[in-house]
């Protein structure tokens, strides 16, 4: 049994990346509601939550957002389902829901391909401030 909060959507992402990282502080600022919990895909919890929803972690390098109990999603979809959870300006991302899955994750792949070089890499995972750290499991 998994070890996580039934009551949160966990947000898989890559601890490493500087898009990332900016990523999951954005969420972590939009989410007013309390709603999200974040989790690095490397880490012995990441992996654990992966192989419960037999996500093959060689195959995935992007964002996974896991719904205990109800669903996960992986690339645009994920990005869109956090985007649609946090309202407010972040629902407008929502008329990218319109494109199909394939188109949708081929723009994703694309941006995930780059990340690196567009925004750089760091040596170590995200480590959480203090006034967040009860966000990161």
């Known amino acids: 049994m998994l070890d996580i909060p039934r009551n949160k959507k966990i947000v898989l992402f890559d601890g490493v990346c500087n898009l990332c990282d900016h990523t999951v502080n954005k969420i972590i600022k939009a989410d007013k509601l309390d709603q999200f919990r974040f989790v690095s895909l490397d ?9 419960h929803i037999g996500v093959d972690r060689a195959k995935i390098d992007s964002i996974v957002l896991y719904e205990p109990g109800i669903a996960y999603y992986i690339k645009s979809r994920a990005a869109l389902q956090i985007a649609s959870k946090l309202g407010g300006i972040y629902s407008v ?8 899955t394939g188109l949708a994750d081929y723009i994703y792949d694309y941006i995930a391909k780059n990340r690196y070089k567009w925004y750089g890499k760091k040596e170590t995972c995200l480590i959480p401030t203090a ?3 009860d966000k990161f499991l």
Request: net charge neutral; glycine share 10%.
């Open 93 to 100: 991302l929502g008329i990218f829901a319109i494109l199909p």
């Open 131 to 133: 006034e967040v750290k």
């Open 43 to 51: 880490s012995e919890k990441g992996i654990q939550i992966l192989n």
